[in-house]
């Protein structure tokens, strides 16, 4: 779409260059049909070109090849019709009124379009020779004006030179852009997730919380919260070492992760050996049932290291209500944090819903 927005400027240039220039030396009075000609030429073109811009975001998605050689073609015909007026200003007695401007305004015109189009260097290149080539082959076998020739195809050639340079620009700009873009997506990504377990971090969870809690107070929607806690961790930290330790926590949360299947329920690390799942609308019963299929599901999947196999097991607090304006959202997590504690003085491996905050 680069290449359409850097366009754009020409296309309304094109549209009322001619008839200025006609205007402005009075080629309107001597020469009209040809003006009018001309003219509406260059303005049906440019106004084709607007349709073309409208429908852009259509045409591109049906077909990217097929809105490219619209453009080149669109482009290609301003390039034709202004190489026509440029050859006769310079032949042809009717256009002797115009021809120092026509020269003037047609080397600006070239430089212009070259930079323009430079991202497609091809296209650039063959509607410079859409432009000069007629001049250059008139002057010099119609016209016998061979130095007036040799000048035009110089400045062609150095046209060229200066649309290849800054299409090598261009490209190298683009690449940076790119790469620079690549980097900051990553840079956020990294920002978000928490890198022992690749899930996303606690920074991520409350700011996603807080917009999640205050989206729920205005449209009057649940907000459910499991507290997940891994049972009896820091003997598996004692027993097997901090390595293994992180490596049990990394399938633990590859196990939660795989139980939730909605794309907007959120699961996040919420310190040390805790995770935290934030439900997506979801009521009492269905947090009791996602909670259950993570606990069985982690219960009995053995954690497997090196030579050392064991199981694991998880205790999960819930926490749900319809927020109000007066209520906090810490409510929530303490009343889920309330709730897992329960879970463990109840022996491990359970699932208790708080009442708290129903």
């Known amino acids: 779409m680069d290449l359409l927005r850097r366009s754009m400027m020409g296309v309304f240039a094109y549209a009322f260059l001619l008839p200025m220039i006609f205007l402005a030396f009075d080629f309107h009075l001597l020469q009209p049909m040809l003006s009018l000609y001309f003219s509406a030429a260059m303005l049906l073109i440019?106004?084709?070109?607007?349709?073309?811009?409208?429908?852009?975001?259509?045409?591109?998605?049906?077909?990217?090849?097929?809105?490219f050689r619209l453009f080149a073609l669109l482009s290609m015909s301003h390039a034709i019709v202004l190489s026509t007026v440029f050859t006769l200003?310079?032949?042809?007695?009717?256009?002797?009124?115009?021809?120092?401007?026509?020269?003037?305004?047609?080397a600006g015109v070239v430089s212009g379009a070259l930079i323009a189009l430079s991202p497609r260097i091809k296209l650039a290149l063959v509607n410079l020779v859409l432009m000069l080539a007629p001049s250059i082959v008139t002057a010099l076998i119609v016209a016998?004006?061979?130095?007036?020739?040799?000048?035009?195809?110089?400045?062609?050639?150095?046209?060229?030179?200066?649309?290849?340079?800054?299409?090598?620009e261009y490209m190298r700009s683009f690449k940076i852009e790119t790469?620079?873009?690549?980097?900051?997506?990553?840079?956020?990504?990294?920002?978000?997730?928490?890198?022992?377990?690749?899930?996303?971090?606690?920074?991520?969870?409350?700011?996603?919380?807080e917009y999640q809690?205050?989206?729920?107070?205005?449209?009057?929607?649940r907000q459910t919260l499991l507290l997940i806690d891994v049972d009896h961790f820091k003997l598996v930290n004692d027993n097997y070492g901090?390595?293994?330790?992180?490596?049990?926590?990394?399938?633990?949360?590859?196990?939660?992760?795989?139980?939730?299947?909605?794309?907007?329920?959120?699961?996040?690390?919420?310190?040390?050996?805790?995770?935290?799942?934030?439900?997506?609308?979801s009521n009492s019963q269905q947090a009791m049932e996602i909670a259950d299929t993570i606990r069985q599901s982690i219960a009995v999947h053995l954690f497997k290291h090196s030579e050392k196999t064991f199981n694991v097991t998880v205790s999960i607090g819930i926490a749900s209500?319809?927020?109000?304006?007066?209520?906090?959202?810490?409510?929530?997590?303490?009343?889920?944090?309330?709730?897992?504690?329960?879970?463990?003085?109840?022996?491990?491996?359970?699932?208790?819903?708080?009442?708290?905050?129903?």
């Not at 790469?179 to 409350?206: A, C």
């Not at 809690?213 to 929607?221: A, E, P, Q």
């Not at 992180?246 to 805790?274: M, P, W, Y």
């Open 179 to 209: 790469l620079l873009d690549s980097q900051k997506s990553e840079l956020e990504k990294l920002n978000k997730m928490d890198p022992l377990t690749h899930i996303y971090n606690r920074g991520y969870f409350n700011t996603q919380f």
């Open 144 to 168: 016998d004006k061979s130095a007036f020739s040799l000048m035009i195809l110089v400045f062609g050639c150095y046209a060229a030179a200066i649309g290849i340079r800054s299409h090598r």
């Open 213 to 221: 809690w205050n989206t729920g107070v205005r449209h009057n929607i």
């Open 321 to 358: 209500v319809i927020p109000t304006p007066k209520m906090s959202s810490n409510s929530l997590i303490e009343a889920a944090d309330k709730a897992l504690y329960q879970a463990k003085d109840r022996g491990r491996n359970q699932i208790v819903l708080s009442t708290e905050l129903a």
């Open 242 to 281: 901090h390595l293994v330790g992180d490596t049990c926590l990394q399938h633990i949360a590859q196990l939660i992760k795989v139980s939730v299947k909605r794309k907007n329920d959120l699961v996040a690390r919420f310190g040390g050996e805790e995770f935290v799942l934030l439900l997506d609308a």
């Open 89 to 106: 200003s310079m032949n042809d007695p009717r256009f002797v009124t115009i021809t120092q401007v026509s020269m003037l305004v047609f």
């Open 46 to 67: 440019s106004a084709l070109r607007m349709i073309h811009k409208i429908f852009t975001p259509r045409l591109y998605d049906y077909s990217a090849k097929l809105w």
